[in-house]
């Protein structure tokens, strides 16, 4: 292998500046090579990397690698971690490098005489032991026929849009072949752009309409073309036992399995452990593909909120808080927020697609582009 300022300089100038992260880059790039046992990885073939950040660091590994996304040996995994995992596809050994959060940190005392903290990272990553920079651990990876660099499989067309397919990235949604973002359901943006869904918090006291109006809410936010998905929070005063006893699932459970799936040809329904009380950004994901989340309760929960108020005389269960958004409510009352009647549906439907949704306003167009628009923080300088 080359010596670190030979492949910092090549690096460095592909990236355009010589930073922090084409030091801490290279580094991580040269101990992954030597562990999976690849002394000169430009042009071997046989290395894989799967990065698990888009930032500077990135690029150094490209550069020394020589691995890159058109030839299918560099895979981008968008966890948001300073880790790369390296693939010696022969000899199926793979090692995972993950930079130590407290490396940034100890680069002072590695930099004493830095003037920036950057400077200080810049000096000190090129300089500090690897044990005191990485963690490395042995990795079992199996890359999928597909996944692999010179595979070539059939070109498919989705049944939806009429775009091409290639590399097996069809899904097949009843008994349609689809793309992906059709197969998310792209009639809205936020399912197509790989955006969480939003959420919405229905909150109020016990019986007062809560799930009323998210029974109203659903079909009017459906029909303006959003996939709405639910979630209900129900107080432990007494169990509820969804599952019944001596079923197949029942018995899963019993035998001790954390979590239970079953699917039928209409629908899926998942049981699954709360001990350790699952948050609620994990319950929504579980959902699959919605853009919008109505949650009936979770009232502590600090985001947007409407409120239901049943009579005249209830002070509102988040008056003093600032993501109380509107008060649904029957009778007049004074508000900092926006009441709405709670059979007047479509208001409340405008201020949630404007507020939660961010469209400027129901325009009864649905959207149908699959163009992919990254989320603010997918944009460069984040
Ligand atoms: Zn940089
Ligand atoms: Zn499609």
Redesign the pocket.
Known sequence: MRSLEELLNESSAS???R?A??VLGVRLAMAGCREVGIDEPKGCKKLVVLVEID??AT?AIQAVTGCSLGKRTLKFLDYGKMAATFVNTETQRAVRVLAKDNARELARLFAPGAATPGEAQKQAYAAMPEELLFSIQPARINIAEENMPGFRGVRVICASCGEGINLRREVRVGERTLCIPCAQGSLSSGAASGDRPKVILIVGYKKVGKTTLIERLIPELSSRGYRVGTVKHHHSDFPVTVDTAGTDTWRHRQAGAASVALATPTDIAMFRDNENSVSLDEIVLALGATDIVLVEGFHEEARAKIEVLADRMDEPLCKMDSNLLAVVTPSARETTVPTFEPTNIKPLADLIEREILGNPGFSGVTQNSNVEIPSVSQLPGR
């Open positions: 990236h355009g500046h930073c992260g084409q930032r500077c690029d």
